[in-house]
């Protein structure tokens, strides 16, 4: 237990020194919210009432699908792996303690942007708070899942870049966050249910937490944790 | 028991490949071990299956004794410290860190660096340092003067001298025949995947057989030439020499190095 809390806290200082997660998981995102946080409340005041989950949708996307998978890369893509074999460590741990870094990374982030929003933008606070971080817990973790399959399979950077920008776009274009979905075409608008974001923001704006709202994710979790499994199994017995 | 190691047998295949042929041999408690062959041998794949790190098709391996594995360099994250990786590994292996081993290494000068930024000698004295930091009987090292300059290859030398002094076993990958020849009790020759010799250094120079290498130096320039009798050929080139008017400036003759005795061994195989 000792080693483990060792090995997380090893891995948040690790990620803090890792320029790509801080820019990933705080610098883009907050200037996304300040740029955008701007923009929206003064052309559609409406959207004071939704600006802290949609940003944190788009925050905690880029931080799970864009930041975690290059330090999966870099440790499961390399000779770092062996490192874990050789000391008789599970190698599940290192995906475990990067996600558990990097869900803290992104929940610090979250909780700038429920600071400053209302002081800013005089955007809503969220009616009940406690529900709200337990909606976004779940999302954190269940998009940090499918940052982690795209880490474990693909195998250089620069493919990453390009395939997580697949998974990244359509989850910030057609989930509802800069726009309403309803304006969509029906058939951007079911491509949008496929990715978890148009389900984390549900779940995130006020009376969203609903197992309506939920299953879906819970489904994409479980999925994820299998595929990770047998990923993780795969290695191993390389 | 004697053995640290024994090996019977030993198959390992990538795709169709075959990388490791049935391989055997032995290793004895308390030794410097040497498994040597050229890039692409199977040395890295059958210390890999030794220490767990492989899996194999075939054959058995049987360790007598806990394991301390110096990985290559870029098995650590760029941004970890030295100071860090030690701990975590310390934590991992439930055991407290050993400060003479720190100060031996001179890790103190580098705890300030990231992995990253550590120079190639600093990179292979962290790692092995990370290899013993459990105290382990058998430490294994691959390729671990690769890369460095002269100064740390003594360096690396000599805490492998204290390894064997302290009783450990030591096994290492190499394809420096020099390293090999200064530094290892036994070494095993992989060849082709196969072990085509394994023995001591002046075993293998029995194995190869009288071969002796003159070295003349001429007016016109230095020349070795191989031969199994000195007087034979040392007297017939004389003679020539002598013949043609040339003056001879200097004479050695040696049984050669452990290298040219390994190339006549691959060559051989090659036959």
Known sequence: MNAFLYGVALQWKLDIRSKSLLVTCYVVPLIFFLLMGGIFTSVMPDMKDTLIPSMIVMGVSMGAFIGLPPSLIETYGSDIKKVYKANGVPLYLGLITMAISAFVHLMMMCIIIVLLAPILFEAALPSDLPIFFMALAVYVIVSLSIGSILGLVVKNQAKLTMIAQLVFLPSIMLSGIMFPIELLPKTFELVGEIFPASWGYKLMIDDGFQIENMWYLILVLGAAIIVCGLLLRKQKSN | ?271
């Open chain 2, 1 to 271: 028991m004697n053995k640290a190691i024994q090996i019977d047998c030993l198959r390992k295949s990538y795709g169709g490949h075959t990388v490791l042929k049935e391989i055997s041999f032995q290793i004895e408690k308390g030794e410097i071990f040497a498994l040597l062959g050229i890039n692409g041998a199977g040395k890295t794949t059958a210390l890999e299956c030794i220490e767990g790190l492989k899996k194999y098709e075939s054959g058995t391996i049987t360790v007598n004794g806990t394991m301390g594995i110096q990985l290559q360099s870029s098995s650590l994250p760029a941004h970890i410290k030295p100071m860090e990786a030690m701990r975590l590994f310390s934590k991992w292996n439930n055991v407290k860190i050993d400060d003479t081993l720190i100060h031996s290494l001179g890790l103190w000068e580098i705890e300030k660096k990231q992995y990253g930024q550590l120079s190639a000698g600093q990179k292979r004295r962290l790692h092995l340092a990370l290899a013993l930091v459990s105290n382990p009987d058998i430490i294994f090292l691959d390729e671990p003067t690769a890369g460095l300059d002269v100064e740390g290859r003594l360096s690396l030398h000599n805490q492998i001298r204290k390894l064997k002094s302290q009783g450990k076993t030591v096994v290492l990958a190499s394809h420096d025949m020099a390293e090999v020849e200064t530094l290892c009790d036994r070494i095993a020759i992989l060849n082709d995947g196969k072990i085509v010799f394994c023995g001591t250094a002046s075993e293998l120079t029995d194995t190869i057989g009288k071969k002796y290498f003159i070295h003349i130096k001429t007016e016109r320039g230095t020349e070795t030439i191989e031969a199994d009798s000195i007087e034979d050929v040392l007297l017939s080139l004389l003679g020539e020499l002598k013949q043609k008017g040339i003056k001879v400036l200097d004479i050695k003759v040696d049984k050669g190095t452990l290298e040219q005795h390994f190339m006549e061994i691959a060559r051989r195989v090659e036959k």
